[in-house]
């Protein structure tokens, strides 16, 4: 059986809640995790999808690492002004579009590639080589257009 062959965890271990699976039980990854996802967690404090992403205090039940428990929020002194910072930048992800939202710019970037997107309403495309391609009418449209 896989947990003889596991190493016991005491004491508290610093995690990462993850999310929500559809049994409604929090998932989460920590350092000495045997497996390469998420483990389900029991939990002692309540938890919802707002704390995604935020590090937690883990317990394993008899040492086993495939058995954790989650029994605390990690809070960081910082939390008053992240809390404040909340509406100025978000992210939401509902499994079928994602939705990110700043107060002035959202930058994607890959290599020496990246698109911004600013405040003033400027969509700015930057990389070595763009390509354009379309099934149906690609249309350039605007006050003025300039090409070179």
């Given at each position: ?13 610093i995690g990462l809640f993850l999310s ?46 495939l058995q954790p428990l989650i029994i ?75 090409i070179n």
């Amino acid at each position: 059986m896989i947990t003889e062959q596991l190493q016991k965890i005491d004491g508290v271990v610093i995690g990462l809640f993850l999310s929500i699976n559809d049994a409604g039980e929090p998932l989460v990854a920590f350092p000495g995790n045997p497996l390469e996802t998420a483990i389900p967690a029991r939990s002692t404090t309540n938890l919802d999808r707002e704390d995604v992403g935020k590090e937690i205090a883990l317990l394993f039940e008899g040492g086993n690492p495939l058995q954790p428990l989650i029994i605390g929020k990690i809070h960081h002194a910082d939390t008053a002004s992240v809390a404040q910072n909340a509406e100025q930048t978000s992210a939401e992800l509902d499994g079928e579009d994602i939705v990110l939202s700043a107060k002035h710019t959202i930058t994607l970037k890959c290599g020496k590639a990246s698109i911004t997107l600013t405040k003033a309403g400027k969509i700015i495309l930057r990389g070595a080589y763009l390509l354009s391609r379309s099934s149906g009418v690609n249309r350039i449209k605007g006050g003025s257009v300039q090409i070179n």
